[in-house]
C-alpha cells in the first residue's frame, strides 16, 4: 500500500509501513495469543474489538464482518430494503456504497453533493423527494424508476460527516431509514442542533457501516468492516447475515453469507483502536497546519471545508486545482505522492451505463471529480513533509489567491450553518 519512492528525500501519500513497525511488538503479540489458542474464526478476540468499537462509536452495538463493502450489504438487507426498493445516495463516493445496494436487490438512485463539504446535499435530497417522487397507496414512488424509495445512504466522505441533522428531518418526514456510510469517517464528530450534542459517526442512523481497510483511520492488516446499531434485533440480524444465517450452529433461519471478521484481524484492530483517537488528532493537528500554511502562502488551490457542526477526522486531506493534472504530475517529479478520490462519479461510470444517467445530472460531482486532489495526509507525516508539499503546491499554482477568492464567493452561500 505505501508508495515507492525514487527521490531520496519523497513523500508517501499514505505511509503504512512506519504505523505497523511502531507497533510491532503489541501486534505480533496478538497474532502469537490466536496460534497459542486456534481461535481463529469468532471467540473472544472478535467479542473484545466489536464491544470496543461500540463503545468508541456511542452506540449499543458493533457486528465485526468480513469488509466495508459487506457491512453495507448486511445494513440495507437488516433494516428492512426490500428487493427493488430505490435507495437514494451520492454519486461522489466510492463504488462500494452503490455495489452494496445492487448486491442487496435495491436499485441506487444519485442526489448531487454539497459544494464546500463534497457530502450529501439536504437541499438536493429535499428536491428529490419533493418533485421525483410521488405517492402511490400510501408508499412513496420514484418517477424516474416507478419504484418505492425507502433508504437513504449518506456518505460521511473524507473523514467529515454529512449534515445529518436534515437528511434525518427529511428522512423521519417521508418515512425512510437512514443508513450512514461511515467507511470513511472513524472517530469524526457531528453536532446536532436537535440533540444538543456532539454525536459520533455512525451513532445516528439506524445503521452504520465501517471499513477497515488497511489504508483507513482505523485499519486492519487486511480486509475488515463493521457495521453499527443501537437496536438490539437488528444486531442479531446482521450477526445472523453475516454467518450463513444461523444464530445457532446448523439451524439456518435464512440463507445468510460467510461475512464473519477472522479473530487474528479482530485482534489486531482491538489493539490498533487505543492508538485512533491520538492518530485523529494528529491528522486533525496536520489538516490545521495545511489550511494556515495555505492561507498564508495565499496558495491557489481551495482548501475543504469544515463547518462549525464538524469535527472531521481526516481520512484524506482534498483541495481543489484548476489545472489538477499539471499539480499532480509537478508534485510526482517532486516526489511527492497524490490521489483522487474520485475521478468518474458513479453515474458516469460503466457499470452504471443502465441506470441511464447522463453528464450534467449532478453538476456539483461532476466539477469536484474534475479538480479534487488528495494530498499526502496521515499522522506520522512530519511537518518538515507537510511543509515541503505545500511549498511544491505553491510552486506550480503561483501565490496568487485569485482562485481561492473566486471560490470563497461561489461557496460564501452554500453553508447555512457555520
Ligand atoms: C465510502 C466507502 N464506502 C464503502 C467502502 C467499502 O469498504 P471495503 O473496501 O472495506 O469493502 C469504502 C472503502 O474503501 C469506502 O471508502
Given at each position: 500500500?505505501?508508495?515507492?519512492?525514487?527521490?531520496?528525500?519523497?513523500?508517501?501519500?499514505?505511509?503504512?509501513?512506519?504505523?505497523?513497525?511502531?507497533?510491532?511488538?503489541?501486534?505480533?503479540?496478538?497474532?502469537?495469543?490466536?496460534?497459542?489458542?486456534?481461535?481463529?474464526?469468532?471467540?473472544?478476540?472478535?467479542?473484545?474489538?466489536?464491544?470496543?468499537?461500540?463503545?468508541?462509536?456511542?452506540?449499543?452495538?458493533?457486528?465485526?464482518?468480513?469488509?466495508?463493502?459487506?457491512?453495507?450489504?448486511?445494513?440495507?438487507?437488516?433494516?428492512?430494503?426490500?428487493?427493488?426498493?430505490?435507495?437514494?445516495?451520492?454519486?461522489?463516493?466510492?463504488?462500494?456504497?452503490?455495489?452494496?445496494?445492487?448486491?442487496?436487490?435495491?436499485?441506487?438512485?444519485?442526489?448531487?453533493?454539497?459544494?464546500?463539504?463534497?457530502?450529501?446535499?439536504?437541499?438536493?435530497?429535499?428536491?428529490?423527494?419533493e418533485k421525483n417522487c410521488t405517492r402511490k397507496d400510501g408508499k412513496l414512488?420514484?418517477?424516474?424508476?416507478?419504484?418505492?424509495?425507502?433508504?437513504?445512504?449518506?456518505?460521511?466522505?473524507?473523514?467529515?460527516?454529512?449534515?445529518m441533522d436534515a437528511i434525518l428531518r427529511l428522512a423521519q418526514q417521508y418515512?425512510?431509514?437512514?443508513?450512514?456510510?461511515?467507511?470513511?469517517?472513524?472517530?469524526?464528530?457531528?453536532?446536532?442542533?436537535?440533540?444538543?450534542?456532539?454525536?459520533?459517526?455512525?451513532?445516528?442512523?439506524?445503521?452504520?457501516?465501517?471499513?477497515?481497510?488497511?489504508?483507513?483511520?482505523?485499519?486492519?492488516?487486511?480486509?475488515?468492516?463493521?457495521?453499527?446499531?443501537?437496536?438490539?434485533?437488528?444486531?442479531?440480524?446482521?450477526?445472523?447475515?453475516?454467518?450463513?444465517?444461523?444464530?445457532?450452529?446448523?439451524?439456518?433461519?435464512?440463507?445468510?453469507?460467510?461475512?464473519?471478521?477472522?479473530?487474528?484481524?479482530?485482534?489486531?484492530?482491538?489493539?490498533?483502536?487505543?492508538?485512533?483517537?491520538?492518530?485523529?488528532?494528529?491528522?486533525?493537528?496536520?489538516?490545521?497546519?495545511?489550511?494556515?500554511?495555505?492561507?498564508?502562502?495565499?496558495?491557489?488551490?481551495?482548501?475543504?471545508?469544515e463547518p462549525s457542526w464538524s469535527r472531521a477526522v481526516y481520512h484524506l486531506?482534498?483541495?481543489?486545482?484548476?489545472?489538477?493534472?499539471?499539480?499532480?504530475?509537478?508534485?510526482?517529479?517532486?516526489?511527492?505522492?497524490?490521489?483522487?478520490?474520485?475521478?468518474?462519479?458513479?453515474?458516469?461510470?460503466?457499470?452504471?451505463?443502465?441506470?441511464?444517467?447522463?453528464?450534467?445530472?449532478?453538476?456539483?460531482?461532476?466539477?469536484?471529480?474534475?479538480?479534487?486532489?488528495?494530498?499526502?495526509?496521515?499522522?506520522?507525516?512530519?511537518?518538515?513533509?507537510?511543509?515541503?508539499?505545500?511549498?511544491?503546491?505553491?510552486?506550480?499554482?503561483?501565490?496568487?489567491?485569485?482562485?481561492?477568492?473566486?471560490?470563497?464567493?461561489?461557496?460564501?452561500?452554500?453553508?447555512?450553518?457555520?
Open positions: 500500500m505505501s508508495v515507492s519512492h525514487t527521490l531520496p528525500n519523497s513523500i508517501p501519500f499514505l505511509d503504512l509501513v512506519t504505523p505497523h513497525v511502531e507497533l510491532e511488538q503489541e501486534l505480533t503479540d496478538v497474532f502469537r495469543q490466536a496460534l497459542h489458542t486456534a481461535g481463529f474464526i469468532g471467540g473472544p478476540m472478535v467479542e473484545e474489538f466489536e464491544k470496543a468499537f461500540a463503545a468508541f462509536c456511542n452506540t449499543s452495538h458493533s457486528i465485526a464482518v468480513s469488509s466495508g463493502t459487506d457491512a453495507l450489504r448486511f445494513a440495507i438487507m437488516a433494516c428492512g430494503v426490500e428487493p427493488g426498493d430505490v435507495v437514494i445516495t451520492v454519486p461522489h463516493t466510492f463504488i462500494a456504497t452503490t455495489e452494496a445496494i445492487s448486491q442487496a436487490g435495491a436499485l441506487p438512485e444519485f442526489v448531487d453533493v454539497d459544494e464546500r463539504t463534497y457530502n450529501m446535499s439536504p437541499e438536493k435530497l429535499q428536491e428529490f423527494l414512488i420514484s418517477r424516474r424508476s416507478g419504484r418505492k424509495v425507502s433508504a437513504v445512504i449518506p456518505v460521511h466522505l473524507y473523514g467529515q460527516m454529512a449534515d418515512g425512510l431509514i437512514v443508513i450512514e456510510d461511515a467507511c470513511q469517517a472513524h472517530g469524526a464528530e457531528y453536532f446536532s442542533k436537535k440533540l444538543n450534542r456532539w454525536m459520533k459517526a455512525g451513532s445516528m442512523g439506524r445503521a452504520a457501516a465501517f471499513s477497515f481497510y488497511p489504508g483507513k483511520n482505523l485499519g486492519a492488516c487486511g480486509e475488515a468492516g463493521a457495521v453499527t446499531v443501537n437496536d438490539a434485533s437488528l444486531a442479531d440480524k446482521i450477526k445472523m447475515l453475516r454467518d450463513h444465517g444461523q444464530a445457532r450452529k446448523y439451524y439456518h433461519d435464512v440463507e445468510g453469507y460467510n461475512g464473519r471478521l477472522d479473530a487474528i484481524q479482530a485482534g489486531l484492530l482491538r489493539a490498533k483502536l487505543g492508538h485512533l483517537p491520538r492518530w485523529n488528532t494528529q491528522r486533525r493537528k496536520h489538516a490545521a497546519e495545511y489550511n494556515r500554511l495555505f492561507e498564508s502562502t495565499g496558495t491557489a488551490v481551495c482548501q475543504p471545508h486531506y482534498v483541495v481543489r486545482a484548476q489545472d489538477r493534472e499539471g499539480l499532480m504530475n509537478h508534485l510526482k517529479k517532486a516526489g511527492i505522492g497524490t490521489g483522487i478520490h474520485y475521478p468518474i462519479p458513479l453515474h458516469l461510470q460503466k457499470a452504471y451505463a443502465h441506470l441511464d444517467y447522463k453528464q450534467g445530472d449532478f453538476p456539483v460531482a461532476e466539477k469536484a471529480a474534475a479538480e479534487i486532489v488528495s494530498l499526502p495526509m496521515f499522522p506520522q507525516l512530519t511537518e518538515e513533509q507537510l511543509h515541503r508539499v505545500v511549498e511544491e503546491v505553491a510552486v506550480f499554482t503561483g501565490g496568487t489567491r485569485k482562485h481561492i477568492e473566486t471560490e470563497k464567493v461561489a461557496f460564501a452561500t452554500a453553508d447555512r450553518r457555520a
